[in-house]
């Protein structure tokens, strides 16, 4: 199995190869100069091993070289030949159509990264559903400790080696809370959690109701439990935990399985 992927991988990277030459060859024995030959090869060659190299899925350790991965083997052709083609043809013709390729092909490739960094495995202790709180000698130690905690927070499937993705934005606020406008956001994806986009929202508190001083890490689980949650005016109703107004709120983000 690994031995046929990896031939035929060779033989298409050999093939593009091969095609973007030929072309190189048709246009010099036309007389139209065209893209020049050096920057086909260039940009051939350098596609053809993205080809190969991105054919790996991300993340799945010694499983990685018995699987092919399509999907990245496109991405990866399109962003090496786009930068490594593009940008030999700038610096070969200084035409502005070889920097633009650079670039297109520069951004598909940060994207494919972002889009496949692997999981964040616990460091520390795992968080439990629902309220963790903090311990420190005064309210800012303790909510250095519950920010700690909520920095390296990472959730695992049972005893898999499956971890939850964490989004890639983490809405941080200052004394004033959330703004409303994201507080209102935030409670409309709640109301529509999927497991599959939404799991897990952790929420990074300055104080507990009835409890002040007190920061906090909260855990809500689960889309059926992300559900649950309910806006009460500026505040959001949690089941066993209460009510968090949007003003005490420090800090939010979201997870979900890959």
Do not use: H
Not at 100 to 108: D, K, N, R
Not at 200 to 209: A, C, D, H, K, S
Not at 227 to 234: K, L, M
Request: proline residues 5%.
């Amino acid at each position: 199995m690994r031995k046929s992927i990896f031939t035929g991988l060779l033989v298409l990277a050999g093939l593009a190869v091969s095609t973007l030459a030929q072309a190189a060859t048709t246009a010099a024995g036309s007389g139209d100069p065209g893209i020049p030959s050096s920057v086909l090869w260039i940009g051939g060659i350098a596609a053809g091993l993205a080809f190969f190299l991105g054919s790996f899925p991300p993340n799945r350790g010694d499983m990685a070289a018995s699987e092919w991965d399509m999907q990245g083997s496109l991405f990866w052709t399109v962003a090496m030949g786009g930068i490594f083609g593009g940008g030999a043809l700038y610096l070969n013709s200084g035409d502005t159509i070889g920097l633009i390729a650079a670039g297109f092909g520069a951004l598909v490739g940060v994207t494919r990264l972002l889009t496949t960094r692997p999981p964040r495995v616990p460091k520390g202790a795992p968080l439990t559903d629902g309220i963790n709180r903090a311990q420190g000698d005064s309210p800012k130690a303790k909510f250095k400790a519950a920010e700690r905690a909520y920095n390296k927070a990472s959730f695992q499937a049972g005893n898999s080696n499956r971890f939850a993705t964490r989004a890639p934005r983490d809405w941080r606020y200052g004394a004033g809370g959330m703004a409303i406008s994201d507080f209102t956001m935030l409670a409309d994806s709640l109301a529509s959690a999927n497991s599959n986009t939404f799991d897990i929202l952790l929420l990074l508190v300055r104080e507990l109701p009835g409890e002040a001083d007190q920061p906090a890490v909260i855990v809500v689980r689960g889309a059926a439990q992300l559900r649950t949650v309910t806006r009460n005016g500026n505040s959001f109703s949690i089941p066993q935990v209460g009510e968090i107004p949007a003003a005490s709120i420090a800090g939010a983000i979201g997870y979900a399985w890959r």
